[in-house]
């Protein structure tokens, strides 16, 4: 034990900062910490979680297409948007309380109020009632994630983030989506598969910018096919009209001299590092690109003291790294594991309609790093559709090192994509072959079986 109030002060109690603070805890280290929005961060509040619940809520609408193809007939659905919100309003309300439970059986202690520091072991919070509290670590955690960029465009005020699309009173009509990252892709799907006309915008040839190219073309298709109007290589340069949700006309104005109406424009162009008034300058905290604290594998910043984990570090900005990043961290300080972050073959998916997920590398990464690669691949219709009107096709793909016949990478366009990548992300982590592939039984019928399978 140190001379200080605590031996770890954690500023941010989202999925990293929650994880850290309850493992160290369990090492027997005196933590606090602090948090002054919501407990769970960007995932469970604004993020991953409400997401897929309104992802979930979309997707009814294909269920109830595709019903009479297997005898049932229904009367005409109608959807509640202020019934969605609620419902999800109130399930994040009791994710909050469980997340608070956690810290408190892990004896963490809770500050909810705004930290900063005042040097590298002293942390100043403001509290709710306008007090101001000060404290003392031998280590401080940074986990305060981002937040959404806006850009500076003539009208941007008039848009809103995905912050407050969670939280519309109304369902637009029309709506444009501006960026063609995970949470561009998946608001799209959200609101078309709900009933609204939508307009994805994205700068660039084709959208999440990073994924195999060869899905991320059959996506494009997909969408277009559900009636979502994509433009790509272009942007938008103003908007002009009035605010708020509905009926009220927005247009846009983009560089190649279309224009485009809506009720509400969501701008999902990127996320930048939540790093202001902190204190980071009072501490020499060294920053890189966009305001990110620059890190080591161990998470340690250039303050021998303070350490950043998630998305404030801009490394690779998904919720379950960033609690893998908080268990190596508590390792390293406190069960003297020194335990450097893993940041490869992490899988990841995209909650897009349909929906993609992949493990490793894509077939353009494979190429460029390997001189020999095969590429295996199928392309079929789900059984659940065969009875339908529905044209949808999956596509997966193995991507294999030819010399050891080592998987390098495995992709899935395709219903239930997300859950069949989580499995197989085992065997491409431990560096299964194509061999240990084939040599697996199939699931009959299944879409899973086709990774094992492919010839």
């Given at each position: 034990?140190?001379?200080?109030?605590?031996?770890?002060?954690?500023?941010?109690?989202?999925?990293?900062?929650?994880?850290?603070?309850?493992?160290?805890?369990?090492?027997?280290?005196?933590?606090?910490?602090?948090?002054?929005?919501?407990?769970?961060?960007?995932?469970?509040?604004?993020?991953?979680?409400?997401?897929?619940?309104?992802?979930?809520?979309?997707?009814?609408?294909?269920?109830?297409?595709?019903?009479?193809?297997?005898?049932?007939?229904?009367?005409?659905?109608?959807?509640?948007?202020?019934?969605?919100?609620?419902?999800?309003?109130?399930?994040?309300?009791?994710?909050?309380?469980?997340?608070?439970?956690?810290?408190?059986?892990?004896?963490?202690?809770?500050?909810?109020?705004?930290?900063?520091?005042?040097?590298?072991?002293?942390?100043?919070?403001?509290?709710?009632?306008?007090?101001?509290?000060?404290?003392?670590?031998?280590?401080?955690?940074?986990?305060?994630?981002?937040?959404?960029?806006?850009?500076?465009?003539?009208?941007?005020?008039?848009?809103?983030?995905?912050?407050?699309?969670f939280y519309l009173e109304r369902l637009p009509e029309r709506v444009v989506v501006v960026g063609g990252g995970y949470i561009g892709v998946e608001f799209a799907g959200i609101f078309a598969g709900l009933g609204s006309q939508v307009t994805l915008i994205y700068r660039g040839p084709l959208f999440l910018r990073g994924f195999d190219e060869e899905i991320r073309a059959r996506l494009a298709e997909e969408m277009r096919s559900r009636g979502i109007d994509?433009?790509?290589?272009?942007?938008?340069?103003?908007?002009?009209?009035?605010?708020?949700?509905?009926?009220?006309?927005?247009?846009?104005?983009?560089?190649?001299?279309?224009?485009?109406?809506?009720?509400?424009?969501?701008?999902?162009?990127?996320?930048?590092?939540?790093?202001?008034?902190?204190?980071?300058?009072?501490?020499?905290?060294?920053?890189?690109?966009?305001?990110?604290?620059?890190?080591?594998?161990?998470?340690?910043?250039?303050?021998?003291?303070?350490?950043?984990?998630?998305?404030?570090?801009?490394?690779?900005?998904?919720?379950?790294?960033?609690?893998?990043?908080?268990?190596?961290?508590?390792?390293?300080?406190?069960?003297?594991?020194?335990?450097?972050?893993?940041?490869?073959?992490?899988?990841?998916?995209?909650?897009?309609?349909?929906?993609?997920?992949?493990?490793?590398?894509?077939?353009?990464?494979?190429?460029?790093?390997?001189?020999?690669?095969?590429?295996?691949?199928?392309?079929?219709?789900?059984?659940?559709?065969?009875?339908?009107?529905?044209?949808?096709?999956?596509?997966?793909?193995?991507?294999?090192?030819?010399?050891?016949?080592?998987?390098?990478?495995?992709?899935?366009?395709?219903?239930?994509?997300?859950?069949?990548?989580?499995?197989?992300?085992?065997?491409?982590?431990?560096?299964?072959?194509?061999?240990?592939?084939?040599?697996?039984?199939?699931?009959?019928?299944?879409?899973?079986?086709?990774?094992?399978?492919?010839?």
């Amino acid at each position: 034990m140190t001379d200080y109030d605590y031996d770890l002060f954690v500023i941010g109690a989202g999925s990293g900062g929650v994880r850290a603070s309850r493992m160290a805890a369990g090492y027997g280290a005196r933590v606090a910490v602090a948090e002054e929005r919501y407990l769970g961060g960007t995932c469970v509040n604004v993020g991953c979680v409400p997401k897929k619940l309104l992802v979930c809520a979309s997707a009814f609408a294909d269920h109830y297409r595709e019903a009479s193809g297997f005898g049932w007939t229904a009367g005409q659905p109608a959807f509640d948007w202020g019934q969605l919100i609620a419902n999800k309003n109130r399930e994040i309300e009791r994710l909050n309380g469980i997340y608070r439970g956690l810290l408190d059986g892990a004896g963490v202690e809770l500050f909810e109020g705004r930290a900063r520091l005042l040097d590298p072991h002293t942390v100043e919070i403001d509290g709710a009632d306008g007090g101001r509290l000060r404290v003392t670590a031998d280590q401080v955690l940074i986990a305060v994630g981002s937040w959404p960029d806006m850009p500076t465009i003539p009208g941007i005020e008039y848009a809103i983030s995905s912050n407050e699309a969670f939280y519309l009173e109304r369902l637009p009509e029309r709506v444009v989506v501006v960026g063609g990252g995970y949470i561009g892709v998946e608001f799209a799907g959200i609101f078309a598969g709900l009933g609204s006309q939508v307009t994805l915008i994205y700068r660039g040839p084709l959208f999440l910018r990073g994924f195999d190219e060869e899905i991320r073309a059959r996506l494009a298709e997909e969408m277009r096919s559900r009636g979502i109007d994509l433009r790509f290589d272009c942007q938008v340069e103003s908007i002009e009209g009035s605010p708020g949700s509905g009926d009220d006309l927005l247009r846009l104005h983009l560089d190649d001299g279309d224009t485009v109406d809506c009720g509400e424009v969501l701008y999902a162009t990127g996320r930048r590092p939540l790093v202001a008034d902190l204190g980071l300058e009072n501490c020499g905290v060294a920053l890189g690109e966009q305001g990110k604290i620059v890190v080591d594998e161990f998470s340690r910043s250039n303050v021998p003291n303070i350490w950043a984990i998630g998305d404030v570090t801009d490394r690779l900005n998904l919720t379950p790294v960033a609690i893998h990043e908080a268990m190596c961290l508590a390792r390293t300080l406190f069960a003297g594991e020194p335990t450097a972050v893993d940041h490869e073959t992490v899988a990841t998916a995209v909650f897009s309609q349909p929906p993609l997920a992949a493990v490793g590398l894509t077939e353009e990464e494979a190429r460029a790093r390997h001189d020999e690669v095969d590429v295996y691949r199928s392309r079929f219709r789900p059984l659940k559709l065969t009875l339908t009107d529905n044209q949808e096709r999956n596509l997966v793909k193995l991507i294999v090192e030819r010399s050891r016949g080592r998987v390098l990478g495995a992709h899935m366009l395709g219903a239930d994509a997300p859950e069949i990548i989580q499995g197989l992300a085992v065997a491409v982590k431990m560096g299964a072959t194509k061999d240990d592939f084939d040599a697996a039984m199939a699931i009959h019928p299944t879409s899973a079986e086709e990774f094992v399978t492919l010839r």
